[in-house]
């Protein structure tokens, strides 16, 4: 491995707290945008649980807040 290269990866394995393999692995896998179907899948269900619960809040909300309802919750202490 070129040393340039080498000394790249340790800093940013640095930056990460990572060893300079774990490092490797982290890069080689996004360059190859290698994920495992049931990552994928994990993935995918855990975004469509979290746009439901948007959607959950959303439809309670009865509409937006005005700055003055928000600045008179703030006094009020309940946000």
Do not use: W, Y
Request: aromatic share 2%; proline share 1%; glycine share 2%.
């Amino acid at each position: 491995m070129p040393d340039e290269l080498h000394a790249r990866l340790k800093e940013r394995a640095k930056l990460n707290r990572r060893s300079v393999n774990q490092q490797v692995i982290v890069e080689l896998s996004r360059v190859t945008n290698f994920c495992s179907s049931e990552d994928e899948a994990r993935k995918r269900r855990r975004a469509e649980e979290m746009i439901e619960s948007v959607e959950k809040i959303r439809r309670r909300m009865a509409g937006f807040l005005t700055a003055e309802e928000i600045d008179a919750a703030k006094r009020d202490g309940l946000a």
